[in-house]
Structures are given as C-alpha cells and as structure tokens.
C-alpha cells in the first residue's frame, strides 16, 4: 500500500466583512492572496496547481470565479479548478492531487459574501446555479409545492399547516 504524503497548511489570511459593501470579489481577494503568498515567499510561478471554492448562485451569475482568477494571476496559464462548494471541498480537491504526486505546491482560497438579491428568489436560484435570472419556481412556490405533496400524502392536515402558519406569523 502507498503512503501518504504529508501535506502542511504553510499560510493563510482571512477578511470578514460585518456590513454589506460594493467591494468585488476580486477587490476582497487581491490583498488576501498577496499575503498567503508573500508569507511564504511564493509567487504565482512557484505555485503547482490553485483551487477555489465559491458559490455562483450567490453571486447571482454562472461561472463568477472566473472573475476572481485576476486576483490570483491567472497568465501566463496556471493549472487551476473551482469547485461550487466551500473551501473545505476546495482542499480536498488540491490534497489529492498532492497526495497523487501530480503538483508538490497548491493556493486553495474560498470566498462568498451575501447576495445582493432578495432571499425569496435567492433561495430558489440555488435550484438553478448557472441561471442568469431568477426563474420560477421561487422559494414560496417550492414551499407550496411541498405544502401540497403532505396533502395529498396525508401526512398532514389543512388544519394542522394552517396552525404552522399562525406560529410562524
């Protein structure tokens, strides 16, 4: 059987934002990635393979974290994936590809921020991640839908969603 690699986290940054702002993605990412690598001592160039994990229906748009490569340095062409997951799949992807043998270096960074867009059509753009616009169903048709299946089923009563409701006002 073959033995592991070690892998070591080497650096990190981190930047939490507390209120909503206009900063892009790219504008969050420029300084943290500078300081990972810097930390370090790395450039781009010394980097064997860069990972990122983002959520694009958040972002409202298919494919955003092409934007956030210019963060990075994407030229000349680096051997890169995303992954529509958080940073944690973002790792695993980059640790196997250490473990394999195939890159000896990795920069996995992650990113999100809340959607600028309401939460109603927000929720249901997560059925859809490579929308360009909210389309229906939206979370309170999908909630209705699921509201009618426990009706039909049985498994509840007219009544007893109708209390849910009163709770819930």
Same mark, same amino acid.
């Given at each position: ?41 790395? #450039? ?19 494919? =955003? ?6 963060? /990075? ?7 890169? =994936? ?14 196997? *590809? ?6 000896? #270096?990795?920069? /996995?960074?992650?990113?999100? *921020?809340?959607?600028?867009? =309401? ?11 490579? #929308? /360009? ?37």
């Amino acid at each position: 059987m073959a033995r592991m690699r070690e892998v070591a986290v080497v650096s990190s940054a981190i930047y939490q934002v507390e209120a909503l702002t206009f900063t892009t993605d790219v504008q969050l990412m420029v300084p943290l990635i500078n300081e990972a690598r810097s930390a370090v001592g790395l #450039t781009q160039a010394d980097i064997g393979f860069t990972c990122s994990g983002s959520s694009d229906f958040l972002a409202g748009q298919g494919f =955003s974290f092409v934007q956030t490569l210019d963060a /990075v340095g994407a030229f000349p062409p680096i051997s890169e =994936s995303h992954v529509e997951m958080d940073g944690a799949f973002a790792l695993y992807e980059a640790w196997v *590809k250490l473990q394999v043998g195939e890159v000896d #270096t990795a920069l /996995v960074y992650s990113y999100g *921020k809340s959607s600028p867009g =309401s939460r109603r059509d927000v929720l249901a753009v997560q059925l859809d991640p490579y #929308t /360009v616009a909210p389309l229906w169903p939206d979370a309170h048709a999908v909630a209705a839908l699921q509201a009618r299946l426990l009706l039909e089923s049985g498994a509840v009563s007219a009544e007893g969603l109708a209390e849910i409701a009163v709770r819930s006002q």
